[in-house]
């Protein structure tokens, strides 16, 4: 076909790194793309031009922002759906679709998806607030030990409280929210897969995930994951039945449990580029971001298999940094070999707030984990002081 960039004129909700990364790989592609955010100072606002300051839960925002794009997408669900939907009405072309950003920013929806459609995930119960759970718990309706997830709203292990027993109590959180067995869990998993208009799918390679000790939230990826041949063929083909089931048109980040007992559960899904696919900037396959923006715009997807291992650690703040952000050993990480290094433009830091990323590639898996302990002790984020 013949290739014109100029007439896609796209549109996304959202100014964080993962616009920032899509920006940057829009380039290559020759694509317009603008970005909507209520902060003058977010990643993306820093490089590129066609950053525009709005609100992106605003009705009136989203929808004057919207109509001057043939194409709106997302890098953040908590968007305002009702105005995407009649962007979607109005002729816009709105991916993922907007029926699909309003299931999945809600867990309780997410579940009843799971179910509806045979997927795996956790038994599960719902609860409207912190006192009928606590009713609960003395009625005996709910048993130690379980995983409370806030309905909405939650991001990077925020909205999440596990709950191991009567000691745990003070980590209640209050409103409605769905109630999990808590998981037997061998290793935590994520399938990136990506779905264009004309039906086509792949999935990237499972990665294993390791969560940071005490921020909740994905400290080292290693892809490939280090698990038996069936479960990553399984986690693959689980990725792509969901997206098909969706219908979906874009990336579809799935997060998964691989059990103790060799079966995988489902845990959550996010609509959009994903922090478990930053890898693929630097690991030979065509990365989620480019392969976002071909499919939405139609474009043939690209290889999503890598022609390397490799790791992605996230780079946060320091649990004292407050402020102006200081790389105290920049110079070491960037001489290591087979290291990339990505800053997010974050012109604040805090205490586990993520301001980057550094990737690594290598021929195996043991040298990919012997290059993370290298790397490891040179990712400090602190403050400058006063």
Known sequence: MDYCPDKFNIGVLGGGQLARMLHQESIALGLNVDF????????????SPGFQHGNFQDY?????????????????????????????IDGVRVFPQPHII???????????????NNFPSAPFQFIQSKTELEECLVSGKINYPFVQKLRVGGYDGRGVS??????????LLDGPSVIEQLAKIRKELSVIAVRSANGECSTYP??????????????????????PGDIEKKAQQ????????????????????????????????APRPHNSGHHTLSNGSVSQFENHLRAITGMPLGETTGLLSSAMINIIGDDDAYGEPIYP????????????????????????????HVSIVAHSLTQCREKVNVVRPF???????L
Not at 36 to 47: E, G, H, T, Y
Not at 106 to 116: A, L, V
Not at 162 to 170: A, L, N, P, S
Not at 337 to 356: D, H, T
């Open 329 to 356: 050993d920049f110079d070491k990480l960037i001489s290591i070999p087979g290291v990339a290094v990505y800053l997010y433009g974050k012109q604040e830091v805090r205490p586990f707030r993520k301001m980057g």
């Open 238 to 269: 689980l990725a792509s039945d969901i997206a098909r089931k969706l219908e979906i048109i874009g990336l579809l980040a799935v997060e998964m449990f691989y059990l103790e007992d060799n079966t995988i559960w489902i845990n959550e899904l």
């Open 36 to 47: 909507l955010d209520p902060d003058l100072r977010c990643s993306v606002a820093q490089v």
């Open 206 to 227: 499972a990665v294993e995930m390791e969560f940071h000790p005490s921020a909740n939230l994905v400290d080292i990826l290693i892809c490939p994951a280090d698990i």
């Open 379 to 385: 990712l400090k984020v602190k403050s400058k002081k």
């Open 60 to 88: 009136d925002d989203v929808i004057n922002f919207g109509r001057r794009h043939s194409i709106v997408t997302i890098e953040i669900e908590n968007v305002n759906d009702k105005a995407l939907e009649m962007l979607e």
């Open 102 to 116: 309003k299931l999945i920013k809600d867990k309780g929806s997410q579940k009843q998806f799971f179910r509806s």
């Open 162 to 171: 596990i709950i191991k027993g009567e000691k745990d109590k003070e980590k």
